[in-house]
């Protein structure tokens, strides 16, 4: 077997009754991810995705946390603290590392802590590769934000989307049920982006020429018709590809999802997932140009792969005028967790970080329960959750059999508890 070196950190798995010791990042792997481990009577290969893992984390006047060197277990985080303690900032600093990007603000500027010019994020990835990563994010105000992969600066930004999957599931995810159909589509966008560039330079290339026929539509004069038609054309080559993308995505996702949200609720509900478009009515093409008049009257464009929308019930009817709050956050946390498992079947470089931040206010115990069982599961690498309730993170790490960290958050203030496992 062609094998090189790997180091550090621990992997355990069971198949059957047999226990296998294996070690991640501190053994042999060979080309196609085939792990050596070392059993009493040989050494035997188990096949095992490549994780990605974030090993320490600089930060530096980000949000409320003026200053922070932490140093991650491979497998779990656990974040505690009161409300407005600085834990959701934490998972936002790892957030932004992997999407160039705050999770909740737009705004780079506002990201600086009230009292500092600049905040500096600084985190180094171990992978099953030879060489670890480093990753760079810096702002000073007033100045263009600064992102590096080992020392090099992106020309684009685009360019470092995927090199660390990701999903975080988030309060704010509610969104995705009683929000506009713009939080729907970001969904899409965010995870197809992380496995398919040229549908970043599709969805680029749209809404740049999305604007420039809506600004067409605002003007006083009649909009040139040949230069009208270039632009329409465009706009339906890109979203024709856009909208295949979504499609399969959608496809593909809807089985994970429904077993997800199956295994959160019990089996108790029925709930479901469709992805509408102007696309499905005919050739994107002809769907644009056929309302141009009306277009021209509201001055934007009504149609197009920008007003996409995906529809969620629960037994057969809007999930956002009939769902509870218990079954709505079951809703987005079993969508999160289908969005990890696609990220982590489509052939990815590595198996995504989840991060889950405050997820299990408004649930019951049993789905709790049932939260925590999927989470501690061998499908899943690194995680990192925060929590007010001590007694939700006690229950996962009962049934750890792994590595984990537990961190105090207080006025932006993080301390590591010496209790630590194996």
Do not use: W
């Not at 993170?393 to 932006?412: A, N, P």
Request: negative net charge.
């Amino acid at each position: 077997m062609n094998v090189h070196h790997i180091k550090r950190g621990k992997i355990t798995e069971n198949i059957g009754d047999t226990e296998i010791y294996g070690i991640l990042f501190s053994s042999f792997i060979d080309k196609s991810r085939n792990f050596a481990v070392l059993l009493p009577n040989g050494i035997i290969p188990f096949i095992c995705l490549p994780r990605m893992v974030l090993h320490d984390l600089s930060i530096i006047n980000y949000r409320n946390i003026a200053g922070a060197v932490l140093r991650f277990s491979p497998k779990l985080n656990c974040f505690i603290g009161h409300n407005g303690a600085g834990k959701t900032n934490v998972l936002d600093a790892v957030y932004y590392l992997s999407f160039c990007r705050s999770s909740f603000n737009p705004i780079d500027s506002q990201l600086v802590k009230h009292d500092a010019d600049f905040f500096m994020l600084d985190g180094n990835y171990l992978t099953d590769q030879e060489e670890p990563l480093n990753v760079y994010a810096g702002l000073k105000k007033g100045s263009k934000k600064h992102f590096k992969k080992d020392k090099k600066e992106y020309r684009r930004l685009s360019e470092h989307l995927g090199i660390i999957p990701m999903v975080m599931v988030a309060p704010s995810d509610t969104l995705l049920i009683d929000g506009g159909s713009e939080e729907r589509r970001k969904l899409m966008d965010i995870v197809i982006a992380q496995y398919d560039r040229n549908y970043i330079e599709a969805l680029n290339q749209y809404n740049r020429v999305l604007q420039q026929r809506n600004a067409m539509l605002k003007e006083e004069q009649e909009p040139d018709e040949e230069l009208m038609g270039v632009l329409e054309m465009q706009m339906a080559d890109a979203g024709e590809h856009i909208f295949q993308c979504r499609t399969a995505f959608v496809e593909e996702l809807i089985p994970l999802f429904r077993h997800y949200y199956e295994a959160i609720s019990s089996n108790r509900e029925e709930v479901g997932i469709s992805y509408l478009s102007h696309c499905q009515r005919g050739p994107l093409l002809q769907v644009i140009q056929r309302d141009r008049f009306k277009d021209r009257a509201v001055g934007y464009s009504l149609h197009g792969v920008h007003r996409d929308d995906l529809v969620f019930t629960i037994a057969g009817h809007p999930m956002k005028r009939e769902g509870s709050q218990g079954q709505n956050k079951s809703f987005v946390i079993a969508l999160k967790l289908a969005q990890f498992d696609f990220l982590r079947r489509t052939g990815n470089r590595c198996v995504p970080i989840l991060l889950l931040d405050d997820i299990f206010d408004k649930l019951d115990a049993e789905r709790v329960e049932q939260i925590v069982r999927l989470v501690s599961g061998k499908d899943f690498g690194q995680i990192f959750i925060t929590d007010t309730n001590k007694e939700h993170l006690d229950r996962i790490l009962s049934q750890c059999s792994y590595d984990y960290k537990i961190f105090h958050v207080s006025g932006g203030v993080i301390t590591e508890d010496e209790q630590e496992t194996a």
